[in-house]
């Protein structure tokens, strides 16, 4: 079946610009996990949408960053006013878990690597 | 707050070699762990994890981690490396205080020499 699917794969834009990256879940996880990979930081957690719930949104960088995820499905990662310092790979990552704590396995896209000039 | 430590960023081996790459993670409470490997260019895909049970779990590609809650590690083994084996491996924490958040070591890179 398919997996988790992330566009555009890689994505170059000007300091300053705003940019959308994109993330199509695996159909029926209710999980959906955005991080960012940067050389030499290891994964860094950015937001993590649950169901229904309110998502959160603890490692977000700065309120430069926002994501939202329509109808439970697709989501959103929307950097605004780029820096060049965002330049990093963007991984997102889904999981069918439902309960309390995460004991079921992220499954991951291929990320989309941003490029801020 | 939670966090995971792997030791070594960079570790290399010989062919038919032991891998051994160690993590360490700090929780109050017993935690799920789990061990992705990342081939060049492409995304993480999970290697094995422990939740409950059998300490000893045995994943994907001959590899296998023991989880010893008096050392807090879950350190990733594998008897004989094949150069196939040379990629970044993330070992993670979730569970306990972080919730559903899953939390990530630095990586360690592996390269395999003939």
């Known amino acids: 079946g398919a997996g988790v699917s992330q566009s555009p794969s890689n994505k170059v834009t000007e300091k300053g610009k705003d940019v959308e990256l994109r993330c199509d879940p695996i159909s029926g996880h209710t999980a959906l996990y955005w991080y960012r990979q940067s050389l030499g930081q290891g994964l860094e957690f950015l937001i993590y949408f649950q169901g229904n719930s309110a998502p959160d949104k603890s490692g977000l960088p700065s309120d430069r960053f926002s994501a939202e995820r329509t109808g439970g499905s697709v989501s959103t990662l929307t950097i605004q006013r780029t820096q060049q310092e965002d330049s990093a790979v963007y991984l997102c990552a889904s999981s069918s878990n439902r309960g309390l704590a995460n004991n079921s396995p992220l499954h991951f896209g291929n990320g989309t690597r941003l490029t801020v000039t | 707050a939670q966090s995971v430590t792997q030791l070594g960023s960079h570790v290399s081996v010989s062919e038919g070699a032991l891998v051994l790459l160690r993590c360490n993670y700090s929780s109050s409470v017993p935690p799920y762990l789990f061990w992705y490997v990342q081939y060049p260019n492409q995304g993480l895909q999970l290697l094995l994890k422990y939740t409950t049970g059998a300490t000893l779990v045995k994943g994907i590609n001959g590899f296998e981690a023991e989880f010893k809650k008096s050392e807090t590690s879950f350190h990733l083994t594998k008897p004989s490396a094949h150069m196939s084996d040379a990629a970044e491996y993330f070992c993670?924490?979730?569970?306990?205080?972080?919730?559903?958040?899953?939390?990530f070591g630095g990586g360690t890179r592996v390269l395999v020499k003939p």
């Open positions: 993670a924490v979730s569970g306990g205080a972080a919730g559903n958040k899953l939390t």
